[in-house]
């Protein structure tokens, strides 16, 4: 009894020391970036593992460098709208996919099957030329439209709508009810946890994604906060790049969604685990 | 049921309500459905649709006017040396990521399993960095593989070894670039193995330990089978999400050196929007879309042998 208690007590040893290993090499980057962006120049690139002066003011150049403000709006703005859009959508869909009955709903739900996996990677070319013969590139139409609606929301929508109890809709209709009541006083108030889900990892998805901004876009005014992120690379590529603003700009962008993950993290958790076990 | 007996049965009142109902909400249905079902439409089965239309095509800046071709780009694809260097510089991210990302991820999940005092604090550090924008990351990676005084090269030197030229050797980019993906995507990968271990039955375990099985035993007989939905869903995601690697590469190395890190949806980026060569680009389009194609409809099936109808 003795050595397996000892055992037992080895192994969560050994087990916190791998895990704190592991978490220091998680941290060392964002380490790494904070105490460039403080290093003054000299320091950048030395082997010191904490600047020996501390520069606050890079954050206030790299502020002033460039309209890191505008950027932001042009993030929050398009990336607000998006997931307000695809909560509506998302909602709408997955109700129907539940509670109403009809037929084509296999095919229906094959299909939001199908365009989840489809990336943007693929179809970026034909939505360009779609989207320029409207005259939309450079406007924040462009870069919210594509995502207005959303397989995922549906699927992770339908997924947090399985579990609310049809009798509880069917006793809704019973006492009168249209559908678009009992969405929005029944069926929405019980799935509060996968809208904060479907909301928060949404709005980061979409906060991180480069890919699109970067081709719908090509304005100052217009850019969004990864855009302008690298930009640093191949704008200001090579010797002259000064890696403390870059890397003090790096921790402006980044702010927004660790505090976001921070807040959330418990839906986030349950995002991951929602869809990976169930559906 | 004979034409007759239908009509009879639909002048029957009760039967024709039915039938009216039914119609409404079908109607209801399709109509709740509409917002989603257009803009996914347009945005994502029209342009699936137009982009395999696209890759029979060939235009460019110098023959602006779309000339078919027919398979001419798909058969140029097979014999593109580029096209060849993508596709395994795709599958060498994917095996790696495979090989190195998801068993540190599973052992990650058994640790965090341990119910250790501050498995909260692990758990937050080791998913974080998959929540931090990939540009940003790419831009810390970018820093911390500089050639001269980046840490990693720092660190190369306190072993004895010369700096390393890590963005802009032919193996080492791509290296780096995995090296970033494991770092950004395991803290994930530990929360969706996490999940299949605590949907593991207790009770199996523990009759394990009755019968007088030790930990690793009960681990190779009991978690592990049970877990092989688990670790089956994490490598299609696994490689759903590398043959879509494209942020790293455009941020850390632009597929340099002379396309040694050009992964499959860079080389799309590239030919379509940096040279105009739409049907090339297309044609790969059509290749990465297939291979997600394949990869969907093996989660799909399997999912659908293991958990059953209703899901």
Not at chain 1, 226 to 231: F, G, Q, T
Not at chain 2, 44 to 67: E, H
Not at chain 2, 169 to 191: E, F, K, N, P
């Amino acid at each position: 009894m003795h050595t397996k208690r000892l055992r037992s007590t080895m192994a969560r040893g050994g087990a916190h020391i791998v895990l704190i290993i592991l978490c220091v090499m998680c941290a060392t980057p964002l380490f790494w970036m904070i105490r460039t962006a403080l290093a003054p120049n000299a320091d950048i690139l030395s082997a010191r593992l904490w600047p020996k002066h501390l520069v606050l003011g890079n954050f206030a150049t790299a502020w002033h460098a460039q309209p890191f403000l505008l950027f932001l709006c042009n993030s929050l703005i398009t990336n607000l709208v998006i997931v307000a859009c695809q909560l509506g959508t998302s909602a709408l869909a997955a109700y129907s996919l539940v509670f109403i009955p009809y037929r084509g709903k296999r095919l229906l739900f094959f299909g939001i099957l199908l365009a989840m996996m489809v990336p943007m990677q693929a179809t970026f070319v034909p939505i360009y030329s779609m989207l320029s013969a409207f005259h939309l590139i450079n406007t924040y139409g462009a870069l919210i439209l594509p995502f207005a609606g959303s397989a995922f929301g549906v699927f992770l929508m339908r997924q947090g709508f399985l579990s609310i109890p049809k009798d509880m809709v069917q006793a809704a209709r019973v006492d009168g009810a249209n559908e678009w009541r009992i969405l929005v006083n029944i069926v929405l108030p019980h799935a509060k946890p996968t809208i904060a889900t479907l909301v928060l990892l949404d709005f980061v998805y979409h906060y991180n994604s480069l890919f699109w901004p970067l081709i719908a876009t090509n304005t100052n005014n217009m850019r969004v906060v990864p855009v302008a992120l690298s930009y640093f690379l191949t704008q200001d590529a090579g010797q002259t790049l000064q890696w403390n603003l870059a890397m003090a700009f790096d921790v402006f962008a980044i702010v927004p969604v660790v505090i976001l993950f921070l807040l959330g993290q418990r839906y986030f958790v349950q995002g991951v685990a929602g869809v990976s076990l169930k559906g | 049921m004979s034409r007759a007996l239908t009509g009879v049965l639909a002048s029957q009142p009760r039967v024709r309500r039915q039938i009216a109902r039914q119609i409404q909400s079908s109607t209801q249905g399709w109509f709740m459905m509409l917002p989603a079902l257009a803009f996914l439409t347009l945005f994502v089965f029209i342009p699936m649709a137009y982009v395999v239309y696209l890759s029979m095509f060939q235009s460019n800046l110098l023959t602006p006017k779309p000339r078919f071709v027919g398979w001419e780009n798909y058969i140029h694809l097979l014999t593109a040396p580029d096209f060849a260097q993508a596709l395994t510089n795709t599958a060498v991210l994917a095996a790696g990521m495979l090989l190195l990302s998801l068993p540190l991820a599973l052992i990650l999940a058994m640790l965090v399993n341990m119910r250790l005092w501050g498995t909260r604090v692990y758990r937050t550090v080791l998913f974080g960095p998959y929540v931090i924008p990939l540009v940003g990351s790419g831009l810390m990676f970018t820093l911390l593989f500089n050639t001269d005084g980046g840490l990693v090269n720092r660190i190369v030197e306190i072993f004895g070894g010369q700096p390393i030229d890590w963005l802009g050797g032919r193996r080492s980019a791509l290296a780096a670039v995995l090296i970033l993906s494991v770092w950004q995507y395991t803290g994930y990968y530990m929360l969706v193995f996490l999940a299949g271990l605590q949907n593991v039955p207790q009770h199996l375990r523990e009759s394990c330990q009755v019968d007088g099985g030790g930990r690793w035993s009960t681990l190779r007989h009991v978690t592990l089978p049970a877990m092989a939905p688990t670790v089956f869903f994490a490598i299609v995601i696994c490689l759903i999400q590398t043959f879509q690697t494209f942020d790293q590469v455009y941020v850390m190395t632009a597929g340099g050196p002379d396309g040694a890190s050009t992964t499959l949806a860079y080389y799309i980026f590239e030919k379509g929007f940096q040279m105009y060569d739409i049907g090339t680009s297309s044609a790969a389009s059509v290749v990465l879309l297939a291979m997600l194609a394949l990869l969907t409809w093996l989660q799909v099936y399997m999912r659908y042998r293991w958990v059953g109808e209703e899901s």
